[in-house]
Nanobody, 127 residues
Framework: VQLQASGGGSVQAGGSLRLSCAAS????????MGWFRQAPGKERELVAA????????YYADSVKGRFTISRDSAKSTVYLQMNSLRPEDTAVYYC?????????????????????WGQGTLVTVSS
């Protein structure tokens, strides 16, 4: 399994970035997908998640209304559109895959449920 994240960079506060994560070596349509982030000295946290069929999404309170997660099954790619970026959004962003198994619509998204991880892409937001 390989998850290749890209799209990170440096931007000023209020700006936008779109992250992409291309998946290979797995049945993309059988996996829920998530974006996590980890800031220096902090624990990794879930930012957004999307179910295997794209019908349900989850967002951390800190990014609701500013970030949008989406997926393109034809390209085996998941995206994170980030608008109105803030300095506190500065972190390494990781994409991750969670096998659907029998849970089609998760009510919780614990980090341990995600079995495959990408290498991370750095997002830096300056004030």
């Amino acid at each position: 399994v390989q998850l290749q994240a890209s799209g990170g960079g440096s931007v000023q506060a209020g700006g936008s970035l779109r992250l992409s994560c291309a998946a290979s070596g797995l049945f993309f349509s059988s996996n829920h997908m998530g974006w996590f982030r980890q800031a220096p000295g902090k624990e990794r946290e879930l930012v957004a998640a999307i179910t295997f069929n794209g019908k349900t999404t989850y967002y951390a309170d800190s990014v609701k209304g500013r970030f949008t997660i989406s997926r393109d099954s034809a390209k085996s790619t998941v995206y994170l559109q980030m608008n109105s970026l803030r300095p506190e959004d500065t972190a390494v962003y990781y994409c991750a895959a969670r096998r659907r198994n029998t849970i089609q619509n998760p009510t919780a998204w614990p980090i341990g449920a995600f079995g495959s991880w990408g290498q991370g892409t750095l997002v830096t937001v300056s004030s």
